[in-house]
């Protein structure tokens, strides 16, 4: 069996760096993505690759290279799933915010639209690829809709496989190109190869691994849920090395050489965010009450709860350390995207930060190179005001355009993404634009302290403390 079309159901930051990707390394196979959102299809289609709807370093060159040769974008979804051999279902799955399993469950009715979609649409034989992150047993549902549609047309089969997607934001590219492995879980062992084919055009094939559908749907959630417990655990330590005068770097530097722990993911910071570590493993915890293992729910539960705590905990040491008020006080927020290297702001740990410090009357100039203004209104829940109404008091907070224009007349800078351009900057100049006494909080590690304290400014960083 081999892939001639692929179709991509979600035209969004995994379908589309993904899809770009195979359509890259395979010129043989025609690549569609698909989505019922014009406008995110129309920038996709965009001629200026500036104006890509994600982005990603590196996937300018990836679009520009396979777009129009092996690669399209369309919101002419049942046509192409009609065409393909091969769809792909790769949908948002955020939590539910009402009904049964609300604010753990994921949602799951734009799986289900698509896979009814593919029933109704599909042609011949067809594999659907899962590659939304999606609860353990989701292919059970998917299987019994595609079956039903098999029922009244005998010309069609389906197979169902899980291939989740492993991906970081801001790295997509490169993981994508080099993963560390990719993982297919399934029933039927030649869907399964098919699939494996069209990855070993550029992964090693002891790079691939193949396993059945249940562990595989589950994988994905528990290697989100092992990766951001790691970022829990180096932030309660972090707070308790501010408690005691040792440094969280230090810490995870002599823990992380321990080969069996290692050193990656032990960076203390304003707590993770994104859109899927706190939405897969509430996931997690829901499907653990389901299944009637309070306990084990209890204790992935804490890794979130951990997280909120640490968020919270950064807003409140601020307001503390400037004095107990930040009431009508102009604080600099450098970054507002969840990490670096994205313009992705689900679930930023910006969002609830500035959240607590506009709650305590503070005024923001937020600086990001990448956010716009209008992702951090809708996050904030309140419109721009204009930078000048903020230097004078009258507006709540301010995209900043530059991070000069950002510090002048604050009295606290606060990093809260590790921006590039946040690690070499002349704070010499930037604290004699503050007004004094002046602070940085730099929730990130990513200012030299020596530089930051010769600038006359008082330091305090996360796992740290103050000077
Ligand atoms: N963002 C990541 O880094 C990442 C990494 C790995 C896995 N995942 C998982 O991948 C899935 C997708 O995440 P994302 O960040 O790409 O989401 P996204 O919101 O960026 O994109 C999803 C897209 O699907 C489209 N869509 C929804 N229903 C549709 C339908 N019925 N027909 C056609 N299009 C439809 C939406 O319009 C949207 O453009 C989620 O399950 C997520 O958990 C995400
Ligand atoms: O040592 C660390 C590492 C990360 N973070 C934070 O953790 C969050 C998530 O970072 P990262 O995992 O790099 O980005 P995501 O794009 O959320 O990727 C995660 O979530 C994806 C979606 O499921 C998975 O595919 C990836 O494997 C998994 O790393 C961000 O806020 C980071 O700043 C830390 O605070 N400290």
Known sequence: MTIQRICCIGAGYVGGPTMAVIADRCPEIEVTVVDINQARIDAWNDADL????????????????????????????????????????????????????????????????????????????????????LPVRTAAAIKTILEAAQEDDQQRCF????????????????????PDR??????DAASIEALAAVYSHWVDEAKILRTNLWSSELSKLT?????????????????????????????????????RIGPKFLNAGPGFGGSCFQKDIL????????????????????????????????AQLVVQKLFGTVTGKRLAIFGFAFKADTNDTREAPAIRICGDLLEEGAQLAIHDPKVEPAQMARDLKQEAAAAADVLSGTGSWALAESVEEAVSGADAV??????????????????????????????????DPAVVRAAGLTLWRVGDGED
């Open 50 to 133: 500036s104006r890509l709807p994600v982005y990603e370093p590196g996937l300018d060159a990836v679009v520009g290279r396979a777009r129009g040769r092996n690669l399209t974008f369309s919101t002419a979804v049942e046509a192409t799933v009609a065409s393909a051999d091969m769809v792909f279902i790769s949908v948002n799955t955020p939590t539910k915010t009402k009904g049964l399993g609300a604010g753990q469950a994921s949602d799951l009715r734009w799986v289900e639209a698509c896979a009814r979609t593919v029933a109704k649409a599909a042609t011949g034989h067809t594999i659907v690829v899962e590659k939304s992150t």
């Open 159 to 178: 197979s169902v496989l899980s291939n989740p997607e492993f991906l970081a934001e801001g790295t997509a590219i490169r993981d994508l190109e080099a």
């Open 182 to 187: 990719v993982l297919i879980g399934g029933e």
């Open 223 to 259: 290697a989100n849920a092992f990766l951001a417990q790691r970022i829990s655990s180096i932030n309660s330590v972090a707070a308790l090395c501010e408690a005691t005068g040792a440094d969280v770097r230090e810490v995870a530097r002599a823990i992380g050489t321990d080969s």
């Open 283 to 314: 996931n997690l915890v829901y499907l653990c009450r389901h299944f009637g293992l309070p306990e084990v729910a209890d204790y992935w539960e804490s890794v979130v709860a951990l997280n909120t705590w640490q968020q919270h905990r950064i």
């Open 414 to 447: 606060l990093i809260l993404t590790e921006w590039n351009v946040y690690r070499n900057l002349n704070w010499a100049e930037l604290a004699g634009r503050m007004r004094k006494p002046a602070w940085l909080f730099d929730a990130r590690a990513v200012a």
